[in-house]
């Protein structure tokens, strides 16, 4: 399961708390726990949705802690490897417009944040959302819409097409 499932949890756990180091601390205490029930991880009807919900609820207990304190780091969100046929000039570009995506998701507030993360970059359908989050339906469209409205706009903002 850590194989399968570490790097996209961290990932996960590192877009709710902002800090690399404290995310993989989130996901090591999700594996920890997820070690302690094993025994009954044969009545879980989907592992990756367990793992999801023990991940989002370990962050949610970090913020809301009292020596939690928010760290933003400068890196980039998402690293992808760039093919050897693009120019320095055009990997640049495409390096710096992904770290301003990433950081203009990541200034999204935490409710448009998790739902836009977990649509376009787990790539979930919109009822795996509802379930992870436990929300309505309507809801999560709803947030996903707003999310989607305010990251066009932070992105005109800082002079990148938010299409």
């Known amino acids: 399961m ?3 499932y570490g790097e996209r949890l961290t990932k996960l756990a590192f877009n709710y708390v902002k800090e690399w180091s404290l995310a993989q601390d989130v996901v090591q205490d999700v594996f920890v726990r997820c070690y302690t029930k094993y025994d009954s991880i044969g009545e879980i009807q989907s592992v990756k949705a ?10 949610k207990d970090v913020i809301k802690s009292a020596s939690f304190k928010r760290n933003i780091l400068g890196g980039s969100l998402f690293h992808k490897t760039e093919g050897k046929d693009t120019s320095p000039e055009i990997t640049a570009i495409k390096r710096n417009e992904d770290e301003v995506l990433s950081q203009c998701v990541l200034n999204l507030p935490i409710k448009y944040r998790e739902v836009i993360l977990l649509f376009y970059y787990e790539e979930l359908s919109l009822e795996e959302i509802c379930q992870l989050l436990t929300l309505n339906t309507n809801t999560v469209k709803t947030r996903l819409r707003r999310g989607r409205k305010k990251l066009k706009t932070a992105l005109e903002r800082s002079g990148i097409d938010g299409r």
Do not use: P
């Open 2 to 4: 850590m194989d399968a």
């Open 50 to 59: 367990w793992l999801f919900r023990l991940t989002i609820n370990q962050c």
